[in-house]
């Protein structure tokens, strides 16, 4: 009998040693953040104002790849967080843009949007979301297989998009805000039919109710050096308050800026996000499990100051300056729940963002404007002339041009003609600097250059018929505040930093793509990459 027990015992052991030992070289927690519009000269610009324990211990103690790209347009959140976490382009993913237009029921549709579920946490539409439009398992669906689904995957986002792209098709959650009278995180139908008691009482806890306080420079104003003017011709800024200058009173804001919407257009918009993700860091137990968890993460509210004043405002610095703290509370809260060597952090953006074109204009850079709607009526003339039917153009969005089809068959016009005309026509457009059609596109060998960035966001069965791009620094965009879209650098080029578990202290200069992340983190855990992929693992950071 005692015989048998010790031999039980022993059994017992070796058992556990043989299940453990394979992952405990593992990082626990894997945490993918996405900060969106984040623009990779941001780390260098405001490198003197940021504390030791945010961007500076990710750069410093961590691996930055100084020169990481977009590889196609447009760049976009709903393709940019879909990419990150998928190792692939539009061209596979599908996520050929924020909205576009759906040829097969001829109707705009939303990247996440999906009428079939029904919202949680709300009665609001804003809960009617799900990845089900994305073609291709994301790192998180990757390590949910590889663990038998042991391993963990909660997406957060203010943004419904950046959370659900990034959390894949498998995800435990994926989590966003709704602001309007409610400002409450919310889920859908597609992840559970009831919010975890986490977030019942974190909705409840009257967080969301505390940012609604006054937003001023988080140090004096005359220390921010690193951007222009506060007051300025080139800031949109809130109704309720005649100029972009600080502070903001947002209580008093609030009721004309819809409520707790505001919230998501604030600094504090981020610092709200980064509580939430503690509270799931605790109320999921991510990261104490010998399966590996992942958490995606993605900061929105940037991308909103960004639109709305600018890449060179007071307010932009200021938000980051901010982002940086969140940051640095967020790694020293993982370092103390998870332990220092057991989590892997990357940073990244979803896309970048070009500096005001009216700005550019008034310090004599080539910059300027470019009218979508009527480029659309005279696109449209064009071939009313030509065929006598303007019916011929479907839709004209994502700077393509989409084809009615079943028009062009019934008047005999073959689609190639019809595209190389329109090309022509559209080339000799102001402020228009190349155009591709479909046959170029699709039978192209390109591999460079812009071409390769039109490619790989062409999705053959999704896009479009003829593609353009516009001058550099032209946008379709209102005078004041930045956008993003292009395949010109100021878009593309974004931040991309690895930190902790296996990653070796460096930096390099050499070209690198926001496809790469995904393989890497997969190399990293021993798992299958995504199965599109088109990047590659980023050996240089990585340890032999
Ligand atoms: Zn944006």
Redesign the pocket.
């Known amino acids: 009998m005692r015989f048998y027990i010790l031999f039980l015992l022993a059994g017992l052991i070796s058992f556990h040693g043989y299940t453990q030992s394979p992952k405990e070289d593992k990082a626990k927690l894997v945490v993918g953040i996405v900060v969106?519009?984040m623009r990779n000269d941001y780390i260098d610009r405001f490198w003197y104002r940021y504390g030791e324990d945010g961007f500076k211990r990710l750069v410093n103690q961590g691996y930055r790849f100084k020169n990481g790209h977009f590889n196609y347009v447009p760049t976009?959140?709903g393709p940019g967080h879909a990419s990150v976490f998928t190792g692939t382009s539009p061209m596979n993913h599908g996520i050929i843009g924020n909205n576009w237009f759906d040829k097969t029921n001829g109707e705009f549709v939303y990247c996440a949007g999906d009428a079939e579920v029904t919202p949680v946490g709300t009665l609001d539409r804003a809960g009617k979301m799900s990845p089900h439009r994305m073609l291709v398992t994301t790192i998180t669906d990757e390590n949910r297989l590889a663990t038998q689904m042991r391993g963990k995957t909660i997406g957060i986002a203010l943004k419904d998009r950046g959370a659900i792209l990034p959390a894949g098709h498998t995800a435990n959650a994926a989590y966003w805000f709704h602001g309007k009278k409610e400002g409450k995180w919310i889920t859908s139908s597609y992840y559970m039919d009831k919010l975890p008691n986490w977030v019942d009482a974190f909705n409840n806890s009257g967080k969301a109710q505390s940012y609604l306080r006054p937003w001023d420079t988080l140090y004096p104003i005359e220390t921010y050096v690193e951007s222009g003017s506060d007051l300025n011709e080139f800031e949109q800024g809130f109704k309720g308050k005649e100029t972009a200058t600080f502070p903001y009173d947002i209580d008093k804001l609030k009721a004309e800026n819809d409520n707790y919407e505001i919230l998501k257009a604030i600094a504090y918009g981020n610092d709200l996000t980064t509580d939430f993700a503690m509270a799931a860091i605790d109320g999921e137990n991510l990261g104490k499990n010998s399966d590996t968890d992942i958490l995606t993460l993605s900061y929105s509210s940037t991308?909103y100051v960004?639109?709305n004043f600018g890449v060179n405002s007071k307010e932009i610095q200021d938000t980051y300056l901010r982002l940086d703290k969140n940051i640095a509370d967020l790694l020293n809260f993982l370092d103390e729940r998870v332990g220092k060597d057991n989590y892997i952090v990357f940073l990244t953006a979803d896309?970048a963002a070009v500096e005001v074109p009216a700005y550019l204009e008034s310090v004599n850079i080539p910059a300027g404007y470019f009218d979508t709607k009527g480029f659309i009526e005279k696109a449209k003339d064009f071939v009313e002339e030509k065929y006598g039917d303007k019916n011929l153009i479907e839709n004209i969005s994502n700077d393509q041009v989409f084809f009615n089809y079943g028009l062009l068959d019934q008047m005999g016009i073959e689609s190639k003609e019809l595209q190389e005309k329109l090309a022509a026509f559209i080339l000799s457009q102001d402020k228009i600097h190349r155009v591709y059609t479909r046959n170029q596109i699709v039978s192209g060998a390109y591999e460079k250059s812009m071409e390769a960035l039109i490619k790989n966001g062409f999705n053959h069965k999704r896009s479009g018929d003829v593609a353009y791009i516009m001058e550099p620094s032209v946008i379709s965009y209102p005078r004041q505040g930045s956008?993003?879209g292009s395949s010109y650098v100021y878009d593309t080029h974004v931040p991309m930093l690895f930190y902790g578990k296996g990653i070796k202290e460096g930096s390099t200069s050499r070209r690198s793509e926001i496809v790469d992340i995904a393989p890497t983190i997969a190399t990293l855990l021993g798992i299958s990459f995504p199965n599109a992929t088109t990047g590659e693992p980023l050996f240089r950071m990585l340890e032999d």
Request: aromatic fraction near 10%; charged fraction near 20%.
């Open positions: 969106d519009q976009f959140t991308d960004g639109h896309h956008t993003h």
